[in-house]
């Protein structure tokens, strides 16, 4: 069986009074919760792993290099030193709006792991790869550049999200999800192995709501959810969760 996560990513979102939302999603775990991980600015890392209980909490970003000249970036040491344990690297909106390249992400996800975090590893097509049927291509280009070698089950956990999907309400029908999920644990297995590639948990992001969850979650090799906008309140982040624990 592998791990289920639940993972709200609350991107730049929230000011000390949000951490109301994080004892208010503690009262509403179901009591056969899957791991859930909020991933809130960074700004609140530090009072959220305070209250966040048996919640974990992550950063959404962390800088390739320990320490340094770098005005603005947080190194994974830092990260881990609030009590994070995860850190999301490669969001589309890291990728585009501040042009981080798979080699990027890939020494990010390493300098993830050096801090003892697990790596909450993005990729995701744009709208124009999926209208020209590119979308496996780009996938398959994003895992092989930015996915070290060294990867295990524990320091790691993809998350396909599609771009078009991200924060538009719309959402790919459940045959794609399970087209491109497929894919991805075959190239994980055919490069790490059976063991590992099997073992490695594969989130859906993109729009994922209340309504649509339970639909998602019934793909074999969905383990689960990276949420945006519906994990800021915890009235719609934990019927996600339910309906993840009910998978
Ligand atoms: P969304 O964002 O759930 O608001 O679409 C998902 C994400 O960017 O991780």
Known sequence: ?????????????????????????????PPDAPEVVICPPAPLLFRATETAGPIAIGAQD????????????ISAA??????ASYVIVGHSERRSAHEES???VRDKAEAAWAAGLTAILCIGEALED????????????????SLPDGVSATNTVIAYEPIWAIGTGKVPTLDQIIEVHDFIRARLITRFGQDIGDAIP???????????AATIFRADNVDGALVGG????????????TALAKS
């Open 62 to 73: 962390c800088h390739m290099q320990d320490a340094g000249a770098f005005t603005g970036d």
């Open 1 to 29: 069986m592998r791990r289920k996560i639940a993972a709200g990513n609350w991107k730049m979102n929230g000011t000390s009074a949000a951490l109301t939302e994080l004892e208010a999603l503690r009262a509403l775990l």
């Open 202 to 212: 594969l989130l859906y992001g993109g729009s994922v709501k209340p309504e649509n």
């Open 230 to 241: 519906a994990s800021l309140k915890a009235a719609d982040f934990a019927p996600i969760i």
């Open 130 to 145: 999926r209208e020209a049927d590119n979308t496996l291509d780009i996938i398959g280009g994003q895992l092989s550049g």
């Open 78 to 83: 830092m990260v881990a030193d609030t009590g």
């Open 102 to 104: 798979n080699a990027n």
